[in-house]
Structure formats: C-alpha cells, structure tokens
C-alpha cells in the first residue's frame, strides 16, 4: 500500500511546470491559514471511548505518580497536597521526568520516550472522525466522516482521540495545540493559499497553490487573525505547492498530491503530508473552512507534541499511541510504520499576496481588486 | 535613601505649589486675552527632548487638556493645576531627573564632574543648573535664582551624601516651576513709543518658538531676545525665517494639526471589536500618523496649496492601515519587525482622496459600534471650518436615530430623515447631516462599504448651493469654501496665542497674502509670525503691568 502512496511523490518543481500557470487565468482569491489543528471530534464520547481509563489530568499525574512505584492512594495523596491540582508536585515531575533509563543513566522520558513505560493510553473504539479516504486497505480501522458519511482513514484520531487534552470543539484546540498556535500566530511565518480559476463564482477547476509568506500572521481587534492583510509570498520552492482542485458546490477540493510546508517550533516544524487531500468549504463571510489530510510523520508529531511549552498532555502515552497506530510506510529494517493516516481542521481567511517584489499575485475578492491593481 | 530624597525634594515642591496655584488662578482670570498658558503635553515632551535628548523618557500622566473654541491651545489660556496634578506633574519631573543624572547619562547630560559624587560641589551644580535652567525657563535666570537653585542642590546633597541627587532635586523644582510649566507673556515699555508696551524679547522669543516649533527657544532665539534683535522688523525677519525653513516646522505644523482635528480625542476612541475586526489599536495610532505625515508631506514638503489637502490622492500607508483601507501594501520589513511608513497615491476615482475620507476624520466622529453623520458633519463645520453646531436639546429623542436594526429605517440617511420630523432637532440636523451623509460609504472605524442593512447607500448632497455625490465630490466643494482657509489661517494664529485673531485690516492683510501665496501654509505661518498681532499687548496686560 505504501509503494502506490509514495507512488504519488513527485518534486513541486516539476509540477509547477506542468500546471498552467496562475496569472494565466482570470481570477486568483488570496488566503492566509488562520486556524490549523488536529481535526477533532467528540460528539458520542461513551461509544468513542467507552473506558474512559484516560481520565482527567489529574488522573494523568496519578497514573504518572504510580508509575514511579507509588499506590494508587499515595499518588492521589500527593496530587491533593499540591496548591496547582493540574501539575505533579515539582519534585515528583522531575523524578517522572527523568525516569527513563538509557546505558544505566536516568534520562529524560520526552528525550527518550521508548525508554519509557507506555501507559496504554485508551484509543478512539468509535465510528466517526473526520477525514478522507487515504486508500487504507484495513477495512476495520476505517472510520465514517460525519460530514460525507464516507469511510475514511485516519488513526493519529485513533491514536489521540479519548486524551483529555483533545476532547474539544473549535473553536477551540487541543490543548498543546492551541499554546503552539499562538505563539505561531505572533512569530512564524504564515502559510498562504492561493485559488486560481476562470471564475470563481462557478463549479469548475481550479489551481490551489500553497506556500509560507515572509511574515507572520497579524491580528485583529478581538485578537483572531486578521483578514485582507498583505503578506509577501516567499520566493523559496521548499514550501511551494501547487495543486490541482476544483470547486464543486461551493467546497474547494483537490486532486491527491503530496503537500510540503515549512513551519516553525514550537508549533509544527513542519507540514509534510503524503497523498494529501483537502476539502475546504467557501464560506459566505470569505472565509474557508475545512479538512486537511493525508500521511503524516508520526514522530514529527509526537515531537511537536512533546515540545510544548504547557505540556498538559498525556505526552508519552500519546507517543505510544501514535507508534501502535501508524499506519502507513513501514521501516524497511524494523517494521515499524514511520507514518500515520491524520486529518488537520484547517480555516483560512482572504488576504493580499504579493511576491517578494511586491507585485500583488492575490487578493482577498479575486478579479475585481487584481485587475484595480 | 530614596525615601528621603522624596522627602527632602517635598519640602521644595510643597513651597512651589502654592506659587503654581496663586499663578494659575491669577492668569487663568484673564482668558480671553492669556498673559500665561499652560505647556501642554506635546509641548513638555519637545522641551525636555530639546534640553535632554529622546534618550529621556517622560513617563506618566499630564493633567487633562481643555478644548475651548475647538482648541487646546485656547482652552490651555484657562487650564490651571489641580492638586492632583501637581502630584502628577512632580512625578513626571522626578522620573526625568532621576534619569538625567542616573550613570547612563549623567556623563553626557551633565556637563562637570563633581569632586566627590557623595557631598555637594556647589561649582558643578551651578555649571548644570546655569545652562539648564535658562533653557527650561525660556530666559536668563534672574538675580539670586542660580544661587537658590545652587543651594537647593548643595543642601541636598548634604542631607543625602549623594551630589546627583542632590543634583537630580534641583531639577526637580526646576521642572515644577510656574516658570517652566508655563509660558508667560511679560510687557515693558517700548522705548520707541514711550507710551505704549511691549512684550519683552524673551516672551516674543517664547511666543514664536511655541508657535513655530511647539516647543522652548533654541539659544539662537534666545540670544536674538537678549541682543533686542526680535524688537526690529529685520532681526525678527531673521529670525523667522530661519524658523520656518527649519526642521522643526515639521513639529510645529504637526502639534498645530493635532490640535485643530481634535486628536486628543483619539484616547477615547473605541470600536466593537465584533464588529470592526480591522480597527486595532495599531491602526488607531496609526491613522492619526497618517494625517499627519499626509499633512507635513503636502504642505512642507510638497509647498502644496492648503485647500488640496482636502482632495489629494496622497499619504502614506502601514500595513495595519491598508488592510482596514482594503488595499494591498506589501511591506518588505523582515518578519516581526516594526511596519514602514510608505508613500500611497489613491487611484483615479477611488472613493478615497483627502482628509475628510482618511480613517482619522471618519472614525474618529463616530460612536463605537454606528457611524453618525451628524457627529461627522457637526465636526467638518467646527473643526474645518471653524462654525459652531449648536448642541441638542437636553430632552431630545434618539430612538430612531440609535436604532441601527430598525426594519424600516434601514439606513442611517433613513433614520436622520425620521428623527428630523421633530421640529426642534430639524435645524441643526440640517446643517450637519447632509455633509455628513457624504462620508455614509465609511463606516464607524472608517472602511469602505457600499450597503447598509442591504440597502445602498446614497452619499449625495448639497453645500452652499453646490451639490455632490460621495466624498470625493463632498472633498471638491469643502476645499473650494472660502471658510476652509479663513478658519486655518485662524486657528492658526489661536494656536500661536490662545486666543482668536481680532478683526481689522492687519488680520485681513494676513489672509489675503496666504491667498496670494496660493495658500502655502508655511507662508501663512510666516505671516502671523511678522505680525504686531502676535506680540500684541491686550489692555488686560497694559493694567497688570500699571499695577
């Protein structure tokens, strides 16, 4: 299965020069991301984790605490002596901390988490999540989205979904997600989005093309990102994406392709999907909301999530979890899956593009401010 | 030690505050022709980065400005010093010494090494205080003023073993004194005409620098007052003109404009950030810069007609301010970097060109979550062309006009028709809304739209017998109203004196060379500058000095 994904890679350069080129044609709509986090969904938690061993945070840290050979009742002890009830008390933290064992030395589990007890954290037993059909051929790992009804793939769910941290809603985001994310709003370069069509107001095909700006997002006066702001496209290939779409009914969807986006620490160091897809729905205020998905790196991820400024995750158990779910790109040696089948909710909202010499390449309408331009 | 520097520096202030209350309730008597104006905030943060640099942070609150006739500079003839704001103004004084004298600059700001830095050195301090006071205070230090001030620091350092504090306390009544915090006009008699007053050379010196500069005499000027040069027509010609050809015009002209469009007022502005996303508080700082650096750009720079400033495509742009104008701006600054200013030409046809259709004049005279055409035109018949709007009625009704959801009235063109019905608000509303209806395509943080609840929105109208359609057309016919250049070329003057122009052929004599200029600002400034009405000396000031 993973030599016909991999099948699809093929350098953006070259698929630059076989797309038509976007100034071609009539019209080009310009986004920046506004919102990116894991894809959650939490609307039958009984059928999606009927265990419910996970917990609290709390429950964390007493599972935790026992795991350094304390009882049940000595862990819930010292988490009821501590004044912050959602942090282990310090010392404990550092003994967890550093209660991996590598070459007879005590390191740290986040450095070494396989050096680390897995918690067997409980995954996501339910039928819906949503994502895309990645072509998967475990027939019983398969959810349903609850939007298209479709069977879909997409274990980093499975993996992460009955961890308290990710049992929200957007506008919410998991937990370490959302401390990541505003740190990348206010430092990192943005990612833009550009749609290019003959029109459209119609169905018809589009390009997408997707690439990291040289600035990063602004805000507006409620402090949610700001719409119809101008951002310089970067003139580097690394993250250049261009896609073949279409616009079908007002949902923008594209042709499976591998997708390449340089991010910045602390949030995603980068977006590396393999077999993408993408289903994003043109919303009346401008804006677009929907679903990126595709084959993820599931270390990278786990990286992502072990660096977190706020760790209030169960960081190791969702390390495990995504090693045992991985479900795509076995290592040749070991076995191992190096890559998981994942869903990121994605919003972007319109803005200028321009390049680095200031040329404007989109804006937030389309035709009507690039012709006045 | 800290503790008892502020003591000590206490008994020096509570001495002076008396002196600051019998002054400013004594000159505050005589408003309508000022012997004595407060130094407003712009013009206490120029003088203190004149005399000590923009490495000398002036932190904490001023007292509130007054707006009288449409302007600080008029209202500061009748602002005085609460007790609280005495307290206020001593904090500022103490931050600014403490940081003159601190290490980091007391090596550059103070001109002497003391013989120890943990006891007095009377000769040090009087080297500081010789060269500082006098700038500070705008003239020559009188007989026994160095020496106290000498004293207050030695004694000081004294009780303190610490010469900078000591130093820094001299300072501080320095910064507190009615002398410094307020610009005196003081007469004498005019040895040309026995019978009449003048205003001494260092007032004249004060009263241009203020005017031109918004700030203190530079020791150029000073020295003109001292050799009696700014009491000859030549000397003064001298003198201002290389005022006016200086850089700080620039600083002049801005304080002038932020006075006369009423941007003090931005520290109140506000919008409902749910429904005005684009107007943070970067664009809020920003907008005010914009007109400004528009302003200085058109009429320095550009030497442009007075009356274009109303119609010009040109300003300058920040990112933050283009995304609420809608338009591109592709600033090259590297990632999390400050925003650059950039030039900006509105196109051919774009709703956009001149003051009037700039973020500072529509969202500033709008109410947080409405626009308000009333408010909009109440503010171009004040604050342009220097009319006065009556204020409504106490008892009257808002309903319609308030009700932005109303399912009949839909636009505000709509509800400011139903709420003219009442006959005791029909008057007014009729000179204020119909040139305020013309701005209706911005809305209360000042971006473009073309509907109000889906309704489009209809921007004509009628001034002086000419109509117009949107702003710009609104733009055409302000600039060509006669009131638009009389009334600069009187706030102008106001904001040089406190007061008004009177009537008379000097005055008119005034505006008809601005006209022949074709309306240079600068030439304007010029003008007033060279007038006897600048320097004139009221009756009220003639009995003050007989007595």
């Not at chain 1, 994904?5 to 797309?19: D, E, H, N, S």
């Not at chain 1, 833009?192 to 507006?220: A, F, Y």
């Not at chain 2, 950030?273 to 700082?285: C, H, L, M």
Request: aromatic share 10%; charged share 25%.
């Amino acid at each position: 299965m993973t030599g016909k994904i991999f099948g699809f890679i093929v350098a953006p350069a070259l698929l630059t020069l076989c797309l038509p080129s976007p100034q071609a044609l009539a019209e080009t709509r310009g986004y920046v991301i506004s919102w990116f986090a894991t894809a959650t969904y939490i609307e039958n938690l009984k059928e999606a984790c009927p265990d419910g061993r996970n917990g609290t945070i709390v429950d964390m840290h007493i599972r935790d605490i026992q795991s350094l050979g304390y009882t049940k009742e000595q862990a819930t002890a010292f988490m009821n002596s501590t004044k912050d009830p959602e942090n282990k008390p310090r010392e404990l933290a550092d003994k967890y901390r550093n209660s991996a064992v590598v070459n007879g030395k005590n390191v740290s589990i986040y450095s070494y988490p396989d050096a680390a007890q897995d918690p067997n954290m409980e995954t996501v037993s339910g039928k819906y999540a949503y994502g895309f059909d990645l072509g998967g051929k475990n027939e019983t790992s398969k959810f349903a989205d609850p939007e298209t009804s479709a069977k879909i793939d997409n274990q980093l769910w499975r993996a992460v979904g009955c961890e308290h941290s990710y049992l929200v809603r957007p506008p919410l985001m998991p937990y370490p997600e959302e401390v990541a994310w505003n740190i990348f709003i206010d430092s990192a370069p943005a990612w833009s989005l550009q749609i290019t069509g003959e029109d459209l107001s119609k169905d018809g095909p589009v390009t997408v093309t997707l690439d990291r700006t040289t600035q990063h997002l602004e805000r507006d006066a409620a402090a949610y990102v700001l719409a119809g702001t101008t951002y310089i496209v970067e003139a580097s290939q690394r993250s250049h994406n261009v896609l073949k779409g279409e616009i079908k009914n007002g949902m923008l969807t594209i042709t499976p392709q591998n997708v390449y986006l340089e991010g910045e620490m602390p949030h995603y160091a980068e977006i590396d999907l393999i077999n993408a897809h993408m289903r994003l729905k043109l919303e009346p205020d401008g804006k677009l909301v929907g679903y990126w998905g595709g084959y993820l790196d599931w270390q990278r991820y786990a990286y992502m999530i072990m660096t977190r400024p706020g760790n209030d995750a169960d960081h190791i158990g969702i390390y495990w979890a995504l090693k045992k779910m991985a479900d795509a790109d076995p290592d040749p040696v070991k076995g191992q899956n190096r890559r998981i089948s994942g869903t990121f909710r994605v919003e972007a909202v319109p803005a200028f593009l321009t390049d680095t010499k200031g040329r404007i390449i989109a804006t937030p309408m389309g035709s009507a401010e690039l012709a006045a331009n | 030690m800290r503790v008892r520097m502020r003591k000590v520096a206490r008994r020096f202030l509570l001495a002076h505050a008396g002196l600051l209350l019998s002054a400013s309730v004594s000159f505050a008597a005589d408003a309508s022709h000022p012997t004595s104006l407060r130094l407003n905030p712009s013009q206490y943060h120029q003088i203190i980065a004149d005399t000590f640099g923009t490495s000398i942070t002036v932190n904490g609150r001023f007292e509130p400005e007054l707006r009288e006739e449409g302007m600080e500079a008029i209202g500061a003839a009748r602002a005085s010093f609460s007790p609280a704001g005495i307290e206020r103004y001593d904090d500022l004084a103490r931050g600014i010494a403490e940081q003159v004298v601190d290490e980091a600059h007391r090596g550059i700001l103070v001109q002497c090494k003391p013989q120890a830095a943990t006891s007095r050195d009377d000769a040090c301090a009087r080297t500081f205080i010789g060269r500082t006071a006098p700038q500070l205070y705008r003239r020559p230090l009188k007989n026994g003023e160095l020496e106290t001030l000498v004293k207050v620091a030695g004694d000081s350092a004294d009780t303190l073993h610490d010469f900078y504090a000591g130093l820094s306390t001299s300072l501080v009544n320095m910064l507190i004194s009615p002398d410094f915090l307020f610009k005196y006009r003081k007469v004498e008699a005019d040895p040309a005409h026995p019978s009449h007053l003048r205003l001494d050379g260092y007032s004249k010196a004060t009263a241009l620098s203020f005017f031109l500069w918004n700030s203190g005499p530079d020791e150029l000027l000073l020295k003109a007052a001292q050799d009696g040069e700014l009491h000859t027509k030549t000397g003064l010609q001298r003198q201002v003109d290389r005022m006016v050809s200086s850089p700080s015009l620039e600083v002049g002209v801005r304080a002038f404009f932020a006075d006369m469009l009423g941007f003090s007022d931005f520290e109140i502005v506000s919008k409902d950030p749910a429904f005005f996303p684009r107007f943070t508080n970067r664009v809020k700082d920003d907008a005010k810069e914009q007109t400004l650096l528009t302003i200085v750009d058109h009429l320095i720079a550009r030497q442009g007609d007075y009356r274009d400033l109303f119609t010009t495509p040109n300003t300058f742009m920040t990112r933050s301010l283009a995304t609420l104008y809608g338009v591109a701006l592709a600033d090259k600054s590297d990632n999390g970097q400050p925003m650059h200013w950039q030039p900006y030409a509105f196109k051919d046809g774009d709703p956009r060109a001149g003051l009037l259709s700039q973020i500072s004049f529509v969202a500033l005279h709008s109410p947080a979550g409405r626009t308000s055409p009333t408010g909009r035109g109440k503010a171009l018949r004040e604050f342009i062309l220097c009319q006065t709007v009556p204020a409504p009625p106490g008892n009257v009704d808002f309903k319609f006009v308030q009700d932005t959801s109303n399912p009949v009235y839909k636009t505000a063109r709509d509800r400011l028709t139903a709420h003219r019905s009442e006959a005791m608000c029909a008057g007014c509303h009729k000179i204020t809304d119909p040139i305020g209806l013309a701005l209706e395509k911005f809305d209360s943080a000042g971006a473009y739209r073309t509907k109000e609840n889906g309704v489009d929105i209809d921007t004509t109208g009628e001034l002086s017998g000419k109509q117009f359609d949107g702003p710009a057309g609104l733009a055409r016919v302000i600039r060509d109203e006669p009131a638009v250049t009389s009334c600069v070329a009187r706030r102008a003057f106001a904001f040089g004196t406190g007061h008004f122009p009177p009537k008379g052929d000097e005055w008119s004599g005034i505006e008809r060379k601005f006209a022949d200029s074709k309306y240079k600002f600068p030439e304007l400034l010029r003008q007033i500058a060279m007038s006897d009405l600048l320097f004139d000396v009221s009756q009220e000031e003639a009995t003050a000095k007989a007595q």
